[in-house]
């Protein structure tokens, strides 16, 4: 099987920063995306960022100009590197993986989700 192993999560002031970090393993021919997702209470799950094989890049409005989403192709990981974070960053974050399997189907893998809370 596949296996998302994320690390970084945590509590932070507002306006500090944070990263974290997504690992993909397992049965996997190739990575077509990875990226970040976030819930917070009482809201549904949101795209954050994902970058592509390619080096394309998406962002959510909220977070652009304070959010990068560097990805190492070679080591199939993915990291957020989170600058100026606000209370409202708070969430618990996700990754996210659309992987190529041995027989060429795209098939979407998610992490267990990991908490960043942005409180004084």
């Known amino acids: 099987q596949v296996q998302l192993v994320e690390s970084g999560g945590g509590l932070v002031q507002p306006g500090g920063s944070l990263r974290l970090s997504c690992a993909a393993s397992?049965?996997?021919?190739?990575?077509?995306?990875m990226g970040w997702y976030r819930q917070a209470p009482g809201k549904q799950r949101e795209l954050v960022a994902v970058?592509?094989?390619?080096?394309?890049?998406n962002y959510a409005d909220s977070v652009k100009g304070r959010f990068t989403i560097p990805r190492d192709n070679a080591k199939n990981t993915v990291n957020l590197h989170m600058n100026s974070l606000r209370p409202e960053d708070t969430a618990v974050y996700y990754c996210?993986?659309?992987?190529?399997?041995?027989?060429?189907?795209?098939?979407?893998?998610w992490g267990q989700g990991t908490q960043v809370t942005v409180s004084s």
């Open positions: 970058i592509t094989s390619g080096g394309s890049t």
């Open positions: 397992g049965s996997i021919f190739s990575i077509s995306r």
């Open positions: 996210y993986v659309k992987a190529v399997m041995f027989n060429g189907v795209f098939t979407d893998y």
